[in-house]
């Protein structure tokens, strides 16, 4: 055999291997753990939004517990633990709840640590989360700073959160039991729904605290009257200002309760004001009870 044919030889074997491996390697089976699809207005926000803002975008997830029909915002930081509050999650346990990534996944749990006295829980995620926020400082934010929240208010459920932006207008010292709890008043469109929420000093991406509450300014009157029309037959009572020889409150018609309802939304319904844990209480809670998560 002549050199040259060897040399033919040897090539064409080669050639046959090269196209066998691409071959091969074309015919790999998909990833099922490929990432799905990003949904249409997650892309959108995330198109419109600046790096750091989409960085806080992908770490703020939808936290639902259909057992007491309450939903609220949930954020994870880089740590992996996620972050809620207690009334978010309070009556339930973790197989009750989940949480919906922007991206569209579900997310299960494992464990819940909660904290009722700063109304803060803690969350262990079923399988490992990828990004999450670094805490900020525990200085307080000065007066007049701009700050912002991620979150799903109201009746929004994503999948992608949607953004409130406000002031730090004070601070007000929440009495629960005999701890006092150090919140961060913030002239803003809070609603339920946000709470749970990280509360950012923008443009930064670290946690300064987690939202709270609306701040209602209603009386406390109001709920009970809200209370007595949920059980029809009930004697709508316990309102009114005037007290019967006997001790007992004048009770009041429904239509005289829907007026007083009525009236106090009209005085109040333009004010806008929210409270977000300060950063200070998160960071002791993850001191005392991080560790159990993993327990």
Same mark, same amino acid.
């Given at each position: 055999?002549?050199?040259?044919?060897?040399?033919?030889?040897?090539?064409?074997?080669?050639?046959?291997?090269?196209?066998?491996?691409?071959?091969? #390697?074309?015919?790999?089976?998909?990833?099922?753990?490929?990432?799905?699809?990003?949904?249409?207005? @997650?892309?959108?926000?995330?198109?419109?939004?600046?790096?750091?803002?989409?960085?806080?975008?992908?770490?703020?997830?939808?936290?639902?517990?259909?057992? *007491?029909?309450?939903?609220? *915002?949930?954020?994870?930081?880089?740590?992996?633990?996620?972050?809620?509050?207690?009334?978010?999650?309070?009556?339930? @346990?973790?197989?009750?709840? =989940?949480?919906? !990534?922007?991206?569209?996944?579900?997310?299960? #749990?494992?464990?819940?640590?909660?904290?009722?006295?700063?109304?803060?829980?803690?969350?262990?995620?079923?399988?490992?989360?990828?990004?999450?926020?670094?805490?900020?400082?525990?200085?307080?934010?000065?007066?007049? *700073?701009?700050?912002? *929240? =991620?979150?799903?208010?109201?009746?929004? !459920?994503?999948?992608?959160?949607?953004?409130?932006?406000?002031?730090?207008?004070?601070?007000?010292?929440?009495?629960?039991?005999?701890?006092?709890?150090?919140?961060?008043?913030?002239?803003?469109? #809070?609603?339920?729904?946000?709470?749970?929420?990280?509360?950012?000093?923008?443009?930064?991406?670290?946690?300064?605290?987690?939202?709270?509450?609306?701040?209602?300014?209603?009386?406390? =009157?109001?709920?009970?009257?809200?209370?007595?029309?949920?059980?029809?037959?009930?004697?709508?009572?316990?309102?009114?200002?005037?007290?019967?020889?006997?001790?007992?409150?004048?009770?009041?018609?429904?239509?005289?309760?829907?007026?007083?309802?009525?009236?106090?939304?009209?005085?109040?319904?333009?004010?806008?004001?929210?409270?977000?844990?300060?950063?200070?209480?998160?960071?002791?809670?993850?001191?005392?009870?991080?560790?159990?998560?993993?327990?």
């Amino acid at each position: 055999m002549s050199r040259n044919r060897l040399l033919r030889g040897l090539f064409g074997i080669m050639f046959l291997i090269t196209m066998c491996c691409a071959f091969a #390697f074309g015919q790999k089976k998909p990833d099922e753990n490929a990432s799905k699809p990003t949904p249409v207005s @997650t892309q959108w926000l995330l198109d419109s939004a600046g790096p750091i803002q989409r960085d806080a975008i992908k770490s703020v997830y939808l936290l639902v517990c259909p057992k *007491t029909d309450k939903k609220g *915002t949930a954020f994870l930081l880089k740590s992996g633990t996620m972050v809620t509050d207690n009334h978010v999650i309070e009556g339930c @346990t973790s197989a009750d709840l =989940w949480a919906l !990534s922007p991206m569209g996944e579900k997310i299960t #749990f494992s464990k819940i640590v909660p904290d009722a006295n700063r109304d803060l829980a803690l969350l262990r995620p079923t399988n490992r989360l990828d990004g999450g926020f670094e805490l900020g400082s525990d200085i307080s934010p000065k007066l007049e *700073t701009r700050v912002t *929240t =991620w979150g799903f208010p109201l009746i929004y !459920s994503g999948p992608a959160p949607i953004l409130s932006v406000g002031y730090v207008a004070g601070y007000n010292d929440a009495q629960v039991g005999a701890a006092v709890v150090k919140h961060i008043v913030v002239n803003g469109a #809070f609603n339920p729904g946000n709470s749970g929420g990280p509360l950012l000093v923008a443009p930064d991406n670290k946690v300064v605290g987690v939202v709270v509450w609306k701040m209602r300014l209603l009386p406390d =009157w109001v709920q009970t009257l809200i209370t007595g029309f949920g059980h029809p037959g009930a004697s709508v009572c316990c309102v009114a200002e005037e007290t019967l020889p006997d001790g007992t409150k004048k009770g009041v018609s429904s239509e005289e309760a829907s007026g007083m309802i009525l009236q106090q939304f009209y005085n109040t319904v333009q004010v806008m004001i929210g409270e977000a844990t300060s950063v200070s209480e998160l960071k002791a809670f993850l001191r005392d009870k991080e560790s159990e998560l993993q327990q």
